[in-house]
């Protein structure tokens, strides 16, 4: 009967050999860096082999799968020079808990007696573009075709997509969730090294055009293949052999972002990687999928692995300090974003110059800083998924101050006090060592330091406390090296406020206790 040849029907099969396949087993096989903070528990999928089998795509609820072991229905031919099965294309049951089983030849009219490659479908399933390649080490080629339920082998419109000449081969295609882009691999000219992960717009009618390589973010010296985009078109994973990894093929993420462009390429980590090789990851939800791993280093022997994902919480620690005098700066304004340019978190820094975000492992972060009288600054930090807490120091750099008459003018924050104290608060430390800077960059100049109070308690009191806080400053002046005669300090009391309010909020009667510096004629 026609439709046991074909599986993308949900057709009972009866009577199949389990001399093919391996018995379903959800028996833990490996927990690889328990240290990492994104954890993959991986089982057996139950349908591996002594020979290679590698996850490809979904269709009508099965699982497709690439295997040079040979299934019912379908003639698995020797490659004599490599002396190696060719492949063939397989499609599977998969039961509730992802479990696979029954592999059947998926379609003998997309077929060939060489090997056959991965393959990807429309949304809507309309539409497959596959590869395969026409004899013993000959490049693979790709092909799309129209699933229609009426035709021949359910499959018409066969038709090779040229995109490169015939000694270059188009391998590992994928189409994204909006079916407008169509990414692949090849080794055609024009790349970085090996194979490379190119993109190319895809039309309405199925047409490909506005090929283009998706650059050095992503590509290597080497070889990238085996590419999944998630529904979100926000990260691309692939294998890779080029960039920095465990050995062998690595499984890798980048963020698209910026009108398609490429972003934050990392390796997904050691709680997936090994020195083994990991190709064709693909998620199924947020925290399953499937990959596919070589199991041996002296040949192709892969086998298909579901894997759960557990994640652990991480704590992202950012300190923003005075470059000169290693103050931690309170009250700073921090914008943290994400890669795709989303405000994660709006704050200031704390008492102690700090601000603490969960983080998600992998993602860059962009934290911009900005406080009165401090350049401005922007820098990045990836969060590492093998560390539970990260920590980040941001050094800001004051703005010299203006000098301008007879006065020292700050564009950041004055010298503050808190309330009913002569202590110099931490945070101003910064701009009195602006001040013993700019003293001794004009070794010639005399200043004087006057303070000021807010209305809070008697005018005598304030005026005593006042000469308190100058005293403070000048002391402050001299332990770095400043000489006395060069100094003079005066307390105002309130008599001269910032805000003259009877009635002042708590950044009003802040900014009221203050010092200034004018320099002496």
């Not at 990894?245 to 090994?274: M, P």
Request: charged share 25%; aromatic share 10%.
């Amino acid at each position: 009967m026609k439709k046991l040849f074909f599986c993308a029907l949900s057709i009972p099969f009866i009577g199949f050999s389990q001399n093919n396949v391996t018995t379903n087993s959800t028996q833990e096989i490996s927990e690889l860096n328990t240290n990492s903070l994104v954890h993959y528990t991986f089982s057996d999928t139950g349908i591996n082999s002594e020979l290679s089998e590698v996850g490809a795509t979904f269709f009508k609820n099965k699982f497709i799968i690439v295997s040079n072991k040979k299934r019912r229905h379908a003639q698995t031919t020797l490659n004599e020079s490599s002396k190696k099965y060719n492949n063939n294309t397989y499609c599977t049951d998969v039961d509730d808990h992802g479990n696979l089983s029954f592999p059947l030849h998926f379609s003998k009219i997309l077929d060939n007696e060489f090997n056959e490659g991965a393959m990807t479908f429309s949304e809507d399933e309309k539409t497959i573009y596959f590869t395969k390649n026409s004899g013993d080490n000959k490049p693979f080629k790709l092909f799309k075709a129209s699933f229609d339920l009426e035709a021949k082998g359910y499959w018409k419109n066969i038709t090779e997509i040229k995109i490169t000449s015939e000694e270059y081969s188009i391998e590992t295609p994928f189409l994204n969730k909006t079916n407008n882009k169509l990414y692949f691999s090849s080794n055609m000219p024009g790349g970085f090294g090996g194979y490379d992960i190119y993109e190319a717009d895809v039309a309405e009618n199925g047409t490909v055009t506005n090929i283009k390589n998706l650059g050095n973010k992503v590509n290597s010296k080497k070889d990238e293949k085996y590419i999944f985009v998630t529904p979100s078109n926000k990260y691309i994973y692939f294998s890779s052999n080029g960039h920095k990894g465990n050995g062998g093929y690595d499984i890798f993420r980048s963020s698209i972002v910026n009108n398609n462009s490429f972003e934050n390429t990392v390796n997904i980590g050691s709680g997936l990687n090994t020195d083994k090789d990991e190709t064709a990851f693909m998620l199924t939800s947020d925290t399953q999928g499937y990959i596919s791993i070589n199991k041996r280093s002296n040949r192709e022997d892969f086998d298909i692995y579901r894997f759960d994902i557990n994640e652990k919480e991480q704590e992202l620690n950012i300190t923003i300090i005075d470059i000169d005098s290693n103050t931690k700066l309170t009250n700073a304004n921090v914008i943290i974003k994400d890669e795709f340019g989303d405000i994660i978190k709006k704050t200031v820094t704390d008492n102690e110059g700090k601000i603490v975000l969960k983080s998600i492992p992998l993602t860059k972060y962009t934290i911009t800083t900005n406080k009165e009288g401090y350049d401005s600054n922007s820098t990045d930090i990836v969060a590492s998924p093998n560390s539970p807490t990260i920590s980040k120091i941001v050094n800001l750099v004051a703005k010299k101050p203006i000098v301008e008459n007879t006065e020292i003018v700050f564009t950041f924050d004055n010298i503050y006090f808190d309330f009913n104290k002569a202590s110099i608060k931490e945070e101003s430390k910064s701009s009195l060592m602006t001040i013993v800077k700019q003293l001794n960059d004009h070794p010639n100049t005399k200043i004087s330091i006057i303070a000021h109070t807010d209305n809070k308690g008697s005018e005598k009191y304030n005026q005593v406390l006042s000469e308190k806080r100058a005293k403070s400053a000048y002391d402050f002046l001299i332990k770095e090296g400043i000489e006395k005669t060069r100094l003079s300090h005066s307390g105002k009391g309130e008599s001269q406020p910032l805000h003259d309010c009877k009635t002042c909020t708590k950044q009003q009667d802040l900014e009221n206790r203050r010092i200034e510096f004018k320099i002496n004629e």
